[in-house]
């Protein structure tokens, strides 16, 4: 009997100290909020924008959080790309509903409207945003957030952002900035292309850097932003330090493995016919070319001496598990030297080489607009498209660090983490 005391209490402690190690490092804003008993929240009709990431660190949905939380008021639900659930396909416009869970109006901002309109926010006094960003500029998750932003600053509306953590760290700057004239909702910040930011430090940039919003200074200067800190996080992290469990953000981006890939190889090198393993088990990190084998793959990239990659030949199975691609996987062996777009850009270069011929200079025009709204340099696209094999990637990138050096002062202002 006393053996048996013993043991159990053992036991006990046993699983006590085992779900101390297991928990994650980091409290999320959803969870920094919820230990707020949900205070800032308190008397005021609450609106809802998240997605499937949108979750506490034990995995809970935001929606359910605030839906059952005795002392909020949820009335409507905001829905990005892709829809509140994830369940929607990438590109195609988004309906407005009913959300079946909770009966709530689920406003779409990614359908007729990517802005939400007074008649939505007349539903609600306080905007909460509860998004996961990739950490990388082209991503229409923030861009939704911008959108929602202004339209909040516009009508009086209060916004809250649920702090999250950069995938990436909050440490690697790089890539080129956004030139103006190519700001669209594919990439609206103008930023580098890995910007090294939360989603809560973009929207405090948003709102107090002049130019980031499309509203006037009057507008951005009267409009009530809170961001609900995270804890626990540090610039130095990226995604695998915090201890959470990774949801995919978007359908593209099943898993953290992905969100690194997509810094390195989520550019324009597509155009002309390399493949970064989208609609395969390893996307953004298998890269194939049609009619080359991986081993010439990688006999041409190695040239190039990428700092902090190397390449392996691998295989991955399609999405829908019918058939076996071979190609060239993307292994990061050195995060803190590696320059993640400068793979993208060689990838560019080389496809040049392969074509035997300059695919760039025949784009079709809605191809390159398509182009530099992602890359967001038209000085790159024109040397691209003029040079084709010959364009010299190591000037660009000389030349996109000294001005990723002086963005990092202007950011740092913004920044809510060490």
Not at 44 to 59: C, I
Not at 124 to 148: E, F
Not at 201 to 216: D, N, P, Q, S, V
Request: with cysteine; proline share 5%; hydrophobic share 40%.
């Amino acid at each position: 009997m006393f053996y048996r005391f013993f043991l159990i209490l053992f036991c006990s402690f046993f699983v006590f100290i085992t779900d101390v190690v297991s928990a994650p490092k980091v409290m999320l804003g959803i969870d920094v909020l919820e230990s707020m008993q949900f205070s800032p929240l308190k008397y005021k009709r609450v609106g809802l924008l998240t997605h499937p990431a949108g979750v506490n660190r034990n995995g809970r949905s935001t929606v359910d959080i605030l839906y059952k939380a005795r002392n909020v008021k949820l009335v409507a639900l905001f829905g990005p790309e892709h829809g509140i659930y994830g369940d929607e396909k990438a590109d195609v416009p988004v309906l407005d509903k009913i959300d079946k869970r909770t009966k709530l109006p689920v406003f779409s901002l990614y359908g007729k409207y990517r802005k939400p309109t007074p008649y939505m926010l007349s539903k609600i006094d306080v905007l909460v945003i509860d998004l996961q960003d990739v950490g990388c500029r082209s991503y229409t998750y923030v861009s939704c957030m911008l959108r929602a932003m202004e339209a909040c600053f516009e009508n009086g509306k209060e916004v809250i952002v649920l702090d999250r953590p950069n995938p990436l760290g909050g440490l690697k700057v790089d890539g080129p900035p956004l030139d103006k004239e190519f700001k669209s909702y594919v990439g609206m910040f103008h930023v580098p292309y890995v910007h090294g930011m939360t989603i809560g430090e973009l929207a405090r940039f948003a709102k107090y850097t002049r130019g980031a919003m499309e509203i006037t200074s009057n507008f951005q200067r009267h409009g009530k932003l809170t961001v609900i800190q995270m804890r626990g996080w540090k610039r130095r992290m990226l995604w695998n330090d915090t201890g959470l469990r990774w949801k995919p953000t978007s359908p593209a981006i099943p898993t953290f493995s992905a969100a690194l890939g997509y810094s390195m190889t989520g550019l324009g090198c597509q155009l002309g016919g390399f493949q970064h393993g989208y609609g395969t088990t390893r996307p953004f990190r298998l890269l194939t070319f049609p009619n080359k084998t991986p081993e010439q793959l990688k006999a041409h990239l190695d040239k190039f001496r990428i700092r902090g990659v190397s390449f392996v030949p691998a295989k991955a199975k399609s999405s829908d598990g019918k058939k076996v691609v071979n190609g060239l996987y993307v292994v990061i062996n050195n995060w803190d030297i590696l320059r993640p777009t400068e793979l993208s850009f060689y990838l560019m270069k080389l496809t040049c080489t392969l074509n035997g011929g300059n695919v760039f200079r025949y784009a079709q025009k809605n191809q390159a607009l398509l182009f530099n709204k992602h890359t967001g340099s038209k000085l790159f696209w024109r040397e691209l498209s003029n040079k084709g094999a010959y364009t010299d990637i190591a000037w660009f990138i000389k030349k996109w660090e000294a001005d990723n050096a002086q963005f990092k002062k202007i950011s740092a202002k913004y920044y809510l983490y060490k």
